[in-house]
């Protein structure tokens, strides 16, 4: 070693060091055709979102179908809701049937200074409430919201606008 460099963390292990399989045999590459994750540039500046995980299949429900399978909010925008997809698809995979894509979408809302920490948690409690008004029950992968009760969200939002992100994406 010469003096002055510092030693490598990884050991240097040339090609030739590896093992070839018995046979010779080729390992197949996979590759899925779809983007794993696509970020819309005009996203990334929003700090508290809330996102709708939506399924490539609708979930049965009390009142109806919808592909609507999680609500959430987030403070850290993106990195959150990746995290979170990440989590939810596992979930989703072991608990319901037939769901092999989970998509993400946001929505968020201009408070003023004054309104700013509490506006996204009004809003997806109206989307929850709207939701369940709507279908029966929060969607599938939600445990927050299931005793939820309307206070004042509809003072804030109007029902119809809410009403109509929950059809949209059901």
Avoid: C
Avoid at 39 to 61: D, F, H, I, M, Q
Avoid at 81 to 100: C, F, H, P, Y
Avoid at 105 to 132: C, G, M, Q
């Amino acid at each position: 070693m010469r003096s002055g460099s510092r030693p490598s963390r990884t050991p240097s292990v040339g090609l030739s060091a590896l093992r070839t399989p018995e046979g010779g045999r080729k390992y197949k590459i996979n590759e899925p055709f779809e983007p794993v994750l696509t970020v819309e540039s005009g996203v990334t500046s929003k700090k508290e979102v809330v996102y709708l995980l939506v399924s490539n299949r609708p979930e049965r429900y009390p009142r109806g179908r919808s592909r609507i399978v999680y609500v959430g909010r987030t403070r850290n925008g993106i990195k959150r809701i990746a995290a979170s997809a990440a989590n939810k698809i596992t979930e989703a995979l072991e608990n319901l049937r037939g769901v092999r894509r989970l998509r993400a979408f946001i929505v968020w809302t201009n408070p003023l200074a004054k309104e700013r920490r509490h506006l996204p948690y009004v809003l997806e409690r109206a989307i929850l409430l709207s939701f369940r008004q709507e279908f029966g029950t929060v969607p599938r992968l939600n445990r927050q919201g299931i005793r939820i009760r309307i206070k004042d969200e509809f003072a804030y939002f109007r029902e119809r606008a809410v009403h109509r992100i929950v059809i949209r994406y059901s």
